[in-house]
């Protein structure tokens, strides 16, 4: 396709693209929560990528894994 980005140009910055998505989406979810009055977000971070999470948000008890959030 003319125009469209090759492989090694979407990897170029790939873990900083990666760390972008990550903080917004944090961003969102804390946004949200607070627009609703929900009181405390625990956020664990995965440091390496076999852990089979990248994010895991804990509020009132519920717990939620996030994987794959660049793909």
């Keep these: 396709m003319e125009g469209s980005p090759s ?3 979407h990897s170029l910055y790939s ?8 903080h917004l989406f944090a961003g ?3 946004s949200h929560l ?3 009055v929900v009181g405390r977000l625990e956020m664990l971070r995965s ?5 089979g999470y990248d994010l895991v948000l804990e509020a009132n008890g519920a ?4 994987c ?4």
């Design 34 to 36: 607070w627009r609703n």
């Design 47 to 51: 440091q390496v990528d076999d852990s």
């Design 28 to 30: 969102a979810v804390m």
């Design 7 to 9: 492989t090694s140009e």
């Design 15 to 22: 873990s900083y693209r990666e760390m972008l998505l990550e």
């Design 63 to 66: 717990c939620r894994h996030q």
């Design 68 to 71: 794959g959030l660049a793909e």
